[in-house]
């Protein structure tokens, strides 16, 4: 599985969009980049993934790059309840075996 | 939809016994299940794949006769830790996949504290 790389740590204002970028620059053409969030001491949340379209949900955006060598996730209007770790994963699809980095821990202030 | 459930949510053991950890999807059937381990302020580890009617893989360096996996249903796998140690003290988290989305859907994770 392709590697990646986040920023280790990220603030954030309430109500403003919180821009979470992810390199996968080994990424392969049948892999698909996937975002979860783990708030502290529950379990990862899937939020959204994509393999080279821009995606969106009700919860975020996810922005791919066209060489797809990175990606950026998108929380529109961040609140206090989005302070959590946001892991960044690609893995081919249909192949579910997850290796989680070391994530971006966002902090939404106040 | 998708939710999966672990029981318990915490426990404490002496050291030298064993202990049973549950995962379950609630409202959908997974063939496949995963086990995670997570240290305090580190990430998820994945320990082994859970496969409803065999035998579980386990990844490297993880002890398959410490950490006992058995995936009867599709719907229930458990995690056994036997005669645990205090080095065996960790959140363990499971995941199962929604077969229709094939993505991976986790609990609530567990915290074991063996004294």
């Known amino acids: 599985d392709a590697k990646t790389t986040q920023p280790p740590s990220m603030d954030c204002a309430e109500g403003r969009a919180a821009n979470l970028p992810c390199n996968h620059s080994?990424?392969?053409?049948?892999?698909?980049v996937y975002w979860y969030r783990q708030i502290h001491s529950q379990g990862p949340q899937y939020i959204i993934h994509?393999?080279?379209n821009n995606e969106t949900n009700e919860m975020a955006s996810l922005i791919i790059t066209e060489d797809r060598k990175s990606s950026t996730l998108i929380l529109p209007h961040a609140t206090l309840r989005d302070t959590a770790v946001y892991y960044c994963?690609?893995?081919?699809?249909?192949?579910?075996?997850?290796?989680f980095g070391s994530g971006t821990k966002l902090n939404v202030k106040p | 939809g998708a939710v999966v459930s672990q029981h318990p949510s915490r426990v404490i053991c002496k050291s030298g016994t064993s202990v049973k950890i549950e995962c379950r999807s609630l409202?959908?059937?997974?063939?496949?299940m995963f086990w995670y381990r997570q240290f305090p302020k580190k990430s998820l580890m994945l320990m082994a794949t859970?496969?409803?009617?065999?035998?579980?893989?386990?990844e490297q360096g993880v002890e398959k006769d410490k950490f006992l996996i058995n995936h009867a249903s599709l719907t229930l796998s458990t995690l056994t830790v036997t005669s645990a140690h205090p080095e065996d003290s960790s959140f363990y988290i499971c995941?199962?996949?929604?077969?229709?989305?094939?993505?991976?859907?986790f609990g609530p994770g567990t915290r074991l504290l063996v004294l």
């Open positions: 859970s496969n409803e009617g065999s035998k579980a893989t386990y």
């Open positions: 995941s199962a996949v929604a077969g229709e989305r094939e993505t991976q859907y």
């Open positions: 994963i690609v893995l081919i699809y249909n192949f579910n075996k997850f290796y």
């Open positions: 080994t990424i392969s053409g049948n892999e698909y």
């Open positions: 994509g393999l080279k």
């Open positions: 409202d959908f059937q997974a063939t496949t």
